[in-house]
């Protein structure tokens, strides 16, 4: 299937609807994740416990769907429209290029993160790199708490491209 650049340009400026993160923010994940980074005995243990704040690292952890899903869903939000656009086209790696990060205010244990997400853009044209061919997209992620405020927001690109088949050896 060919690459519907005209459908997915239609997308760029789109913005999902508020998606809800699948757990809370939890002590127990943030352990894990500290244990996991090697965080032992940081000044985040010795102060930040005490209040019970997340480290503002993990903001993409509370928002991260599950990798399987008992009921698969058709994509629907414009972000996933491109990625599946872009997929069905062959484009099916993917790798983060850049990501600035903001941070506005704390997360807490017990919070409840949601987020939108929207197409800040797609290349007018494939690249080429060193991996293959592919299409830059860059998302804008902006997260938030129950209360409805802004806590963090993300500015992500990635490549998606057709990997290069590696070349055959001669006998």
Known sequence: MAFEHSMVKK????????????????????????EAIDLDNTPFHKINWK???????????WTMPPLWSPEAREPTEPHELVMKALDDAGY????????????LKPVY????????VKVAGVSSKEVTT???????????YALSNQKGEV???HDYTLLKF???????KAR
């Open 11 to 34: 997308l760029v400026g789109k913005e999902s609807a508020a998606m809800p993160a699948p757990d809370k923010v939890s002590k127990s994940d943030i352990r894990h994740w500290c």
């Open 51 to 61: 209040k019970k704040n997340a480290p503002p690292a993990m903001m993409m952890v």
């Open 92 to 103: 099916d790696g993917a790798i983060g290029l850049s990501i600035d990060q903001e941070f």
């Open 109 to 116: 244990v017990g919070d409840r993160l949601s987020y939108k």
């Open 130 to 140: 060193k991996m293959g061919k592919g299409y830059q997209v860059d998302l804008g």
């Open 151 to 153: 806590v963090s927001t």
């Open 162 to 168: 057709k990997a290069l088949k590696p070349p055959t």
